[in-house]
């Protein structure tokens, strides 16, 4: 089992950063893929950015390339999301997933992920 917390939301004006934090539980952290996934009002749950239990290589959707940067602290339990030039579009709420072993060829998927965390607000005004 696998509990995950996010923090680091907020509200922030156009053109600012936030960095989003993602603590799991557990000692086998080093073999989850992680990844983040955003939801806005009326709209499903889409990817962000995933990043490889094995290569630690993170990816990104065409939308936050360049802005947003994943990286891991597999000592830490931690996976981070600094986000920069951030635009209104880019408010949802974020929730941080971890999927035991998932490739890099399904991090955008929502099914290769086992865990789930609560989610964080970030709001980005125009």
């Known amino acids: 089992q696998v509990q995950l917390v996010e923090s680091g939301g907020g509200l922030v004006q156009t053109g600012g950063s936030l960095r989003l934090s993602c603590v799991a539980s557990?000692?086998?952290?080093?073999?989850?893929?992680m990844g983040w996934f955003r939801q806005a009002p009326g709209k499903e749950r889409e990817p962000v950015a995933g990043?490889?239990?094995?290569?630690?290589?993170?990816y990104y959707v065409d939308s936050v390339k360049g802005r947003f940067t994943l990286s891991r602290d597999n000592a830490k339990n931690t996976v981070y999301l600094q986000m920069n030039s951030l635009k209104p579009e880019d408010t949802a709420v974020y929730y941080c997933?971890?999927?035991?072993?998932?490739?890099?060829?399904?991090?955008?998927?929502?099914?290769?992920?086992?865990?789930w965390g609560q989610g964080t607000q970030v709001t980005v005004s125009s």
């Open positions: 557990g000692r086998t952290f080093s073999s989850y893929s």
């Open positions: 997933a971890a999927g035991r072993a998932v490739y890099s060829g399904a991090l955008f998927s929502r099914d290769a992920y086992n865990y």
């Open positions: 990043i490889s239990w094995s290569s630690g290589n993170p």
